[in-house]
DNA sequence: TTTTGTTGATTGACGAGTCAATTAAAACCC
DNA sequence: GGGTTTTAATTGACTCGTCAATCAACAAAA
């Protein structure tokens, strides 16, 4: 019983049901086919609207990220000082929109994916870009070495975003949030 | 034309196809026909051996985390004192065996699997645990929260790997290994 | 002649993508 | 407003390809 304007529905349904289905299954065996079932529609009707499952992946990994972006900017927005910027960058990075489980491993997979796709990989670039660069503005003026600290907290946001998509036991988020602080606080102070 | 006692050369030559194999293509289209060929051997000799797929994978995998296991075991043979097996960890962890982009890739793509596959879950979990028992031992007698500090310096390795994996250029390991030696240098002081 | 190595051919399953056909809303026309 | 046509939504059935795994058969060494 056809409805109209259903695209936009059907897209955001199929998006995350996309990235469900890549933290329940894991991308290698993922289907078209499961993707279409969990959003509640048929897999040809999935295929109309995103033409390919390659296209499907990438959607799902643009509203990862640029849930991300948001939610950054928006705790940027408030941020007056250099260390508040630095503050409100890790929070975004361990808030808890980015620490669903889903999410986390949404983005493990993505880490995989552009390993290979070009495409996948120019957007995973893109985000390695702005976060770099938000850190160097804000470490600029804290400092001496902007870039170093950068690269380190970039690396240590990414590793314990990796163990807690992998173990079982994950540490709260308040001790990442701790340890990416700590590391901060002693980068800064030498 | 057979020759007596190829098993265990054909079993070799599998496991380091299959490493090659994941960092050319991604585990996600990896055949085993293709791992056959580049190994110089028919499909079904690859089976004949191993009996399915996943059992080449999980073989892979052994094989990447004792080679680790074994190099790392040599490195802290010599360390005498904690800070010299704190070091001998961290240079095993980024030393060239570890570094070659083939072994790095495997090592994402395994993180992955260990995602979905409670089998190379179990095998990732034996090897945490092990690099989190060294470092704390190494720590305890030097720091003051020794799980914490090992917590990071975890992380930050594994962060600094997943880097190396998908820059197109890729940071120096020197400066790497720069990096987590600051972090530890920080952490004892404080 | 038994054991080990080896492969070509085959099977059986599954999955991505296509297509024709159906339904109902919307738009157009008198 | 009643009728007709267009357009969006939707799916079942199908095609085509691929791939893991099996098997029967053959070759050579022991």
Redesign the interface.
Known sequence: MPRIGMEPQRREALVRATIAEIAA????DITVARIAKRAGMSPALAHHYFGSKEQMLLAAMRRILSDFGREARRAMAGAETPRARLQAIVETSFGPANFDPEVV?AW??F??????DPEA?RL?HIYHARLRSNLVHALRPLSTDPE?LA??I??????????Q??RRRA?ATE?SV??VN??IE??LR?
């Open positions: 299954s894991g991308a290698r491993a493990l997979n880490y995989v994916q552009a390993h290979r990989r995973l170093g690269e380190g970039g690396a240590l946001i990414d590793g314990l975003y990796m163990r998509a992998l540490l001790t701790a340890l700590d590391y002693r980068g030498q």
